[in-house]
């Protein structure tokens, strides 16, 4: 079992930056894959990023590709997600999640996972 708490949501302005950040306990972190998600008022839960255990590959949706970049420190139990070139758009609950710790490498979907965070809301205003 895995605990996770996200922070580092906030207000920005259009083009400004955030670093979110999952602060996982419990289970060594290391076992587990990592995804962020994140959900619009109205909205589904869409994937936005994932990285499997070690950290070597860190696919990332259309929509933030090249502004927003997930990593991990397993030293200290944390997941990120680097957010650049913020938009309105991008305004939602972020997520982060863990898949089962069978499973190496992340996934994009949403039923993969069996641990989340409680969220931390980012609004872009323009």
């Known amino acids: 079992q895995v605990q996770l708490v996200e922070s580092g949501g906030g207000l920005v302005q259009a083009g400004g930056s955030l670093r979110l950040s999952c602060a996982a306990s419990?289970?060594?972190?290391?076992?587990?894959?990592m995804g962020w998600f994140r959900q619009a008022p109205g909205k589904e839960r869409d994937f936005v990023a994932t990285?499997?255990?070690?950290?070597?590959?860190?696919p990332t949706a259309d929509s933030v590709k090249g502004r927003f970049t997930i990593s991990r420190d397993n030293a200290k139990n944390t997941v990120y997600l680097q957010m650049n070139s913020l938009k309105p758009e991008d305004t939602a609950v972020y997520y982060c999640a863990a898949r089962p710790s069978i499973y190496s490498s992340g996934s994009s979907n949403l039923s993969d996972y069996e641990y989340w965070g409680q969220g931390t809301q980012v609004t872009v205003s323009s």
């Open positions: 419990g289970r060594t972190f290391s076992f587990y894959a």
């Open positions: 990285i499997n255990r070690s950290g070597g590959f860190t």
